[in-house]
């Protein structure tokens, strides 16, 4: 009995330690999926880009002369014509300026004139022989020195007096204010911008494009229509022309700037929208819905349904671009695999799935009432 005892511990311990091991895992839920059985066929991809609506002149107007704000005639918003006063300065040290310099203009003036008296004089004792020829050049010499002052505080006037007259600004062209960036009381210094005005003329569409969509969009430069703007609330679509593109990218997006001309269209500084860049027609791609795709590994992929074992696998798939909430498939696919659209981010591969089956509505399945005859 004692033999058996011992024969039967190492074999109960066995079972003992392997009752308490790790459970093996439990099996992946049966997930249920929405399929799509895709078709190929032609179709053209379009890119989309967030734009905004510029003047194509736009000026930050300053003073270019330095002193206190007295007042601003214009506010945000507001429609300005050429020549319109804009703001004012406080012009009185302007003006002292002004009138120091005409006094020494009037000085200048005076003592040309006195050395003028002087030489003509001088012309006259010379020609009597009272005087040398060395002293008369010296008298010549003085009265071009001095007519030489004269025409230095003529300019320096005429300085002071352009400088008193820009203690106004005055609009240049025709526009709308849309920024102000000083305010009365303010003390300002030469080239301080005071207020934005964009120029009426041509209006540019701006956005930004990566770096591997610069050659499709200068490419569209030279089919018409490929480019075009969809208006914030707007459903319709307007022709633009390509009109600029950057030379260099942004330091903090590393997005290249595109200018587009909106021709004719009536828009204003300000208003936002969206390009629609449309790429050349595709042969043989394939419509998804956006959900379908994923990304795995760096790869863009999709998962395919096998009907008879019911499992799921990922296929790498080649993106050609997109199509509103479609992406088009240009490779990977092949015309009647059926996709899953819906629940793909929770599949693993090899995964038992079922079709989803929407349910019946309660109309459907409540029963008739029975008819009571009486």
Not at 345 to 359: A, E, F, I, S
Request: hydrophobic residues 45%; glycine residues 8%; charged residues 20%.
């Amino acid at each position: 009995m004692s033999h058996f005892l011992r024969l039967a511990s190492p074999l109960l311990l066995a079972a003992l330690l392997s009752a308490c091991g790790k459970q093996p895992a439990a099996p992946e839920p049966e997930r249920a999926v929405r399929t799509q059985v895709v078709q190929a066929g032609a179709s053209a991809a379009v890119h989309e880009y967030a734009a905004e609506v510029r003047a194509r002149v736009e000026s930050r107007l300053s003073f270019r002369v330095g002193g206190k704000l007295l007042a601003r005639q214009v506010n945000l918003g507001d429609s300005v014509k050429a020549g319109q006063l804009l703001a004012r300065l406080d012009a009185q040290d302007l003006k002292l300026a002004e009138a120091a310099a005409s006094a020494a203009v009037a000085a200048a003036r005076t003592n040309r004139d006195q050395a003028g008296q002087d030489y003509k004089r001088f012309v006259d004792l010379q020609r009597q022989g009272f005087i040398s020829a060395a002293e008369l050049e010296r008298r010549d010499s003085a009265f071009k020195a001095a007519q030489a002052q004269l025409e230095q505080a003529k300019a320096q006037a005429d300085v002071q007096g352009n400088q008193a007259g820009y203690a106004q600004l005055l609009a240049d062209a025709a526009g709308v204010v849309t920024a102000v960036t000083a305010e009365p009381g303010q003390v300002l210094a030469a080239g301080t911008p005071v207020v934005t005005v964009a120029l009426d003329g041509p209006r540019d569409v701006l956005f930004s494009v990566p770096e591997d969509q610069i050659a499709r969009v200068r490419a569209a430069a030279g089919r018409p229509g490929a480019l075009k703007i969809k208006l914030w609330g707007s459903e319709q679509a307007y022709p633009l022309t390509l009109r600029e593109v950057a030379a260099a990218a942004d330091p903090v997006t590393r997005t290249f700037q595109v200018k587009a001309d909106a021709g004719k269209l009536d828009v204003k500084p300000g208003q936002s929208g969206t390009v629609l860049l449309e790429l050349p027609q595709l042969p043989g791609v394939i419509k998804l819905p956006l959900a379908a795709v994923l990304q795995q590994g760096g790869k863009t992929s999709v998962w395919v349904l096998d009907g008879r074992a019911m499992t799921v696998q990922p296929v790498p798939v080649q993106v050609a671009g997109a199509d509103g909430n479609d992406v088009l498939v240009a490779g990977g696919l092949s015309a009647g695999a059926e996709v899953v659209v819906a629940g793909v981010h929770v599949l693993t591969p090899g995964q038992k799935v079922k079709r989803y089956v929407p349910p019946r509505s309660a109309a459907a399945v409540q029963p008739a009432a029975p008819v009571v005859s009486r």
